[in-house]
């Protein structure tokens, strides 16, 4: 299933017969839509969750629910990078490298256990733009590798690290 904070991608769902739920967020209704989200996860029985550019820090309440079964795919080879806009501070920085991670959410922005990471060269050509391009890859990659170890029971965790068998 689907639930998302933005209904650009609805008819897809639809079109590959796969269930969406549209729960817009606003700072205002935030507790009511995180409510609602919780409810429509537990009428489906849902025991992962994964965010994939949901762009919003879950609340402790939530977290409660699913401890250490949220993964996050953050568009940034952390620790570096936090938060919203990583690929324009990699080209700010002029790094050579870009990357994603997977990670299990936890109360702090992009800090918790780190499943998996990969990294792609790059140089100066590149701009902001290009980067965001290629770094999509990366991120589908590093997030379904994450997502097939963590169902498959691979991942155990170690304060707050990762233990991987892959």
């Known amino acids: 299933m689907v639930i998302s904070n933005h209904n650009n991608n609805e008819e897809l769902g639809k079109r590959q017969g796969i269930p969406f739920f549209h729960v817009p967020i606003t700072p205002e209704t935030k507790p009511q839509a995180e409510a609602e989200e919780l409810r429509i996860l537990a009428e489906c029985n849902v025991d992962t969750v994964v965010l994939a550019r949901y762009m919003q820090v879950l609340s402790p309440t939530f977290l409660?629910?699913?401890?250490?079964?949220?993964?996050?795919?953050?568009?940034?080879?952390?620790?570096?990078?936090v938060g919203a806009n990583p690929y324009q501070a990699a080209y700010d920085r002029g790094v050579k490298l870009i990357g994603a991670t997977a990670h299990y959410v936890s109360e702090e922005l992009d800090a918790g256990p780190i499943i998996e990471q990969d990294v792609l060269r790059i140089d100066h050509r590149q701009g902001p733009d290009e980067l965001r391009r290629l770094g999509r890859y990366i991120e589908r990659v590093v997030l379904a590798r994450a997502v097939g170890w963590h169902v498959e029971d691979r991942v155990l965790l170690h304060g707050n690290k990762t233990i991987v068998f892959n």
């Open 64 to 81: 409660a629910r699913y401890p250490a079964r949220i993964i996050n795919i953050h568009h940034g080879f952390l620790p570096a990078f």
